[in-house]
């Protein structure tokens, strides 16, 4: 069974910088697509960054150039560097696996919390 497990989160002030990071455990096909997303209370989940295994990107406005997100397929793993960090970047996130095949795989979430 494929579980994706983040890392990273937590309470920073704004203009601080975190740095997220998604581990799939189980045998797991071919990644496609790997992505994170967020939902701020009260809000719909969106996406904020996403990575295709040729290691193409594609960033939501509200954070371009403050977001790096990067990965390592040997480890299964997807990266999200967070800098500059503002009080409307607090959401819980979310990791998101797409394998060549079509599965799908989402990460139990991670609290990011920035403080004015």
């Known amino acids: 069974q494929v579980q994706l497990v983040e890392s990273g989160g937590g309470l920073v002030q704004a203009g601080g910088s975190l740095r997220l990071s998604c581990a799939a455990s189980?045998?797991?096909?071919?990644?496609?697509?790997m992505s994170w997303y967020r939902q701020a209370p009260g809000k719909q989940r969106e996406s904020v960054a996403t990575?295709?295994?040729?290691?193409?990107?594609n960033y939501a406005d509200s954070v371009k150039g403050r977001f790096t997100i990067s990965r390592d397929n040997a480890k299964n793993t997807v990266y999200l560097q967070m800098n500059s960090l503002k009080p409307e970047d607090t959401a819980v996130y979310y990791c998101?696996?797409?394998?060549?095949?079509?599965?799908?795989?989402w990460g139990q979430g991670t609290q990011v919390t920035v403080s004015s």
């Open positions: 998101h696996y797409r394998t060549w095949r079509g599965y799908e795989y």
């Open positions: 189980g045998s797991i096909f071919t990644i496609n697509t």
């Open positions: 990575i295709t295994s040729g290691g193409n990107t």
